[in-house]
């Protein structure tokens, strides 16, 4: 059967950058079973064919003329389309100084010439592998990132509401003692504390008056419905989302829903997005409302301490107000 191309150029490419023909042979020997090869013998023809057909990992040797394997590292690091691709160098230098110099520019390896083949593929391999996983990382976030958007599409709500409360529970994460790790989970979960009102009708999620005691009864459905969504994955991120949908609207008093939790019971996670969110709903635009000034929602936000809120992060949030009302002003609908 005739292959076609996309199935041709499915090998991960690596870039081999040598000014000794000899080297590039070796290299190709080594390699060239596994991945898709290309081959440059200058720094200047590597530049310009990391523009023309980038490649996932570069093998880079240090002593060129003209352009030396360290100055095409920093020009391709300082370059925010070029700078992701993981560099290996390849070189007959074996001071540590010289080692060190290159891991600073940003390598993330080196290999000593002569070269030895099993390095080589190892090497190689065990950074390709991290290329992938961040891939895998960055598309999963993607897909969550997305997903949370598709909520908006049954609310009154805009793109930029997600935006800032994502960034206000970030700030209160942090604050509260939060890892910056940790803190950026949170930032890509909150997204999707909404996501359940993809499965609210339409004639209650965009009904511009008041809700019936009935269709408030559907609404508050949401949580349950977005951890539904969610299920059950192997994904920290998925799984913190999934805690978040099911516990914003919970309250510290234990009247929220969709579980009356009280209190600390309150995933923290949940608490902190509870706020963010309140927050940027009352102080925006709706159909149905005009946005409350600042001053009358931090009375109303402090009149719920202890009731909606968790006393201790609402402290938190009035400390990091003047950090929240900058990304308000930067996010604006």
């Given at each position: 059967m005739k292959r076609n191309n996309t199935m041709l150029n499915t090998k991960q490419s690596v870039l081999i950058v040598d000014d000794e023909p000899t080297n590039l042979r070796v290299l190709n020997q080594v390699l060239n079973q596994t991945y898709r090869l290309i081959f440059a013998k200058s720094g200047q023809e590597a530049l310009r064919l990391v523009e023309k057909d980038r490649p996932d990992l570069i093998l880079l040797d240090v002593m060129m003329p003209e352009m030396s394997g360290h100055q095409v590292c920093e020009t391709l690091k300082s370059s925010s389309l070029y700078k992701a691709i993981p560099i290996i160098f390849v070189t007959a230098l074996n001071?540590?100084?010289?080692?060190?110099?290159?891991l600073n520019l940003g390598a993330v390896d080196y290999i000593s010439k002569p070269i030895s083949p099993a390095v080589v593929k190892a090497r190689v391999k065990t950074h390709l592998s991290l290329v992938d996983a961040e891939e895998l990382r960055r598309t999963r976030l993607q897909v969550i990132q997305r997903l949370g958007r598709a909520s908006e599409y049954k609310d009154n709500e805009t793109g930029m509401h997600v935006m800032r409360m994502s960034h206000y529970s970030r700030v209160i994460a942090v604050a509260h003692g939060f890892s910056d790790a940790e803190a950026e989970n949170l930032f890509n979960a909150a997204p999707m504390h909404d996501i359940g009102k993809i499965g609210i009708p339409?004639?209650?999620?965009?009904?511009?008056?008041?809700?019936?005691?009935?269709?408030?009864?559907?609404?508050?459905k949401h949580p349950e419905i977005g951890a539904e969504i969610l299920g059950e994955a192997d994904s920290d991120l998925i799984a913190l989302a999934k805690v978040v949908s099911m516990t914003h609207h919970e309250k510290?008093?234990?009247?929220?829903?969709?579980?009356?939790?009280?209190?600390?019971?309150?995933?923290?996670?949940?608490?902190?997005?509870?706020i963010a969110d309140v927050f940027d709903a009352l102080t925006s635009v709706r159909p149905y409302k005009d946005a409350w000034s600042i001053e009358k929602t931090m009375d109303f936000m402090h009149s719920q301490k202890g009731q909606h809120f968790d006393p201790v992060l609402i402290d938190l949030f009035t400390q990091e107000l003047d950090q929240i009302l900058q990304i308000k002003d930067r996010w604006k609908d």
């Open positions: 001071d540590t100084e010289d080692e060190a110099k290159g339409d004639s209650i999620m965009l009904k511009p008056g008041k809700l019936t005691d009935d269709e408030f009864a559907q609404m508050k510290w008093d234990g009247t929220g829903y969709p579980k009356q939790l009280k209190g600390e019971d309150i995933p923290i996670e949940g608490r902190i997005v509870a």
